[in-house]
């Protein structure tokens, strides 16, 4: 199944559409439906599709060229380099055509002076013909650092980049359309919005069925995606499994995790900045800090299948080689709804812009002792935030209503306080300065 990306398809359209030659580059974390979708333009638009792998960079150009024989049923072409075989790929078309290549990362390894083929390739030629080219990269690291940066010999030719990244949970019922709302957060919080991932769940089986079969068995496919990734894209990944599964245990500071791990402090920022590059982990400052010069940072980790992996199937692996799948399990069931909290502040956080408030800008806030799961601001008002995965009854309402009240930040000077409360559900309850939703109003 296909997922609907009707933005990322209206770009691509676009740029076919286009009266300029095209130069597009696409790149996102493994598993995150890059290739479907320029495979998906296949159905309207001639594509020239190719899967670069570690050869020799001229080899790599004549199985591009034998690749596009193949498909418009033309003799073998021989050729010397990838000029010849742009020129052979466009000759056997009379109109616009889509040239793709995937996994160019690949090349880039196998030498890197196609970097600088690439780029007079353009200059001198492709810039003037009928093209949209289309370089694909599932490593975030080169794609940002070798292809888009300033340094970069590619840099200032591409047209449109696009960074495919995971959908959000209020499309999952494209792939879940019988579960309830519960569920879909639990699916959520266990692999995220990549489509890769949630095809393996199985609809008809209960989410608790779902687990077990794709993470709690050492031959199935999620309990080995994980360290597959941080294998493929880093070189130390020992090291980074140590991080992920300090921080995935509530080590969020880089003192504490550094104690966790038994590394000095002063190594681990080129292990942290890596982890941010890839989208795995993000810096976390109170809201209204900045980033730069507060020294109050937090380590999150912000890829739902990361976390999962890393606080639920990592520490128990050995239990799940050996078959104890019973017990691994237990421990998961008797933590995840706790899990779960920190997952849907997050939901709340990423969907708090559709509700109905005229909100500009939130994020966490904490100071001490004090903390409050959101706060938001408008041009005259600021909201604080409490999000509970419960069922709330009128008597937790209060509590809570409360218990916001009594925490003073320094945001709220000469503008007007309301309150948000967030809950699965919620009774009715009457105060002018409350907002309250329910699970349905967040990703119904």
């Known amino acids: 199944m296909f997922h609907n990306r009707k933005d990322e398809l209206k770009a691509l359209e676009t740029a076919y559409n286009s009266s300029e030659p095209e ?8 598993r995150i439906g890059k290739t479907s979708l320029v495979k998906q333009m296949t159905k309207d638009y001639p594509v020239l599709y190719h899967l670069a792998e570690k050869l020799p960079f001229d080899q790599q150009a004549l199985d591009f060229a034998e690749q596009v024989a193949d498909e418009t049923g033309s003799f073998k072409p021989q050729v010397s380099d990838w000029k010849e075989a742009f020129e052979f790929a466009l000759s056997q078309f009379d109109r616009r055509v889509i040239i793709a290549i995937d996994e160019f990362p690949y090349l880039i390894n196998a030498d890197d002076r196609v970097l600088s083929h690439f780029q007079k390739l353009w200059d001198e030629y492709l810039s003037e013909e009928d093209i949209v080219l289309i370089l694909i990269g599932s490593s975030i690291s080169i794609m940002e650092n070798e292809v888009l940066d300033y340094k970069s010999p590619l840099f200032g030719r591409r047209t449109r980049p696009m960074e495919i990244k995971e959908i959000p949970i209020g499309s999952f019922r494209d792939f879940f ?16 919005g990549v489509p890769a991932y949630l095809k393996r769940f199985d609809g008809s089986k209960t989410f608790w069925e779902n687990i077990s079969d794709n993470f709690f068995h050492q031959d199935r496919y999620m309990f080995n995606e994980p360290v597959f990734i941080l294998q493929q894209e880093l070189r130390e990944p020992s090291a980074y499994k140590m991080i992920l599964k300090a921080i995935s245990g509530g080590k969020h500071r880089i003192g504490k995790i550094a104690n966790e791990i038994h590394r000095p402090v002063t190594d681990l920022p080129r292990y942290l900045t890596k982890l941010e590059r890839l989208r795995i982990i993000e810096k976390e400052v109170p809201y209204g800090k900045s980033a730069e010069r507060s020294r109050d940072t937090r380590y999150v980790i912000k890829d739902n299948l990361m976390l999962f992996y890393f606080r639920y199937i990592y520490p128990h692996r050995g239990l799940i080689i050996k078959g104890n799948i019973s017990d691994a399990m237990g421990k998961l069931k008797k933590d995840y709804n706790r899990y779960l909290g920190h997952i849907y502040e997050r939901i709340v956080k990423e969907n708090i812009y559709d509700l109905d408030i005229p909100i500009q800008r939130c994020g966490r806030w904490w100071h001490k002792d004090k903390e409050i799961d959101l706060i938001a601001e408008s ?32 945001f709220e000077k000469d503008k007007k306080i309301k309150y948000i409360i967030v809950g699965k559900e919620v009774e009715e309850y009457q105060d002018e300065s409350l907002h309250l939703f329910g699970l349905q109003d967040i990703i119904g």
């Open 379 to 410: 041009d005259n008002t600021v909201y604080k935030c409490e999000v509970k995965w419960k069922n709330l009854s009128f008597q937790d309402i209060s509590r809570i209503l409360e218990g916001l009240k009594e925490i003073k930040t320094p």
């Open 23 to 30: 130069f597009i580059v696409i790149y996102g974390r493994r």
């Open 177 to 192: 359309p019988s579960s309830d709302h519960e569920d879909i957060v639990r699916i959520y919080g266990a692999c995220g």
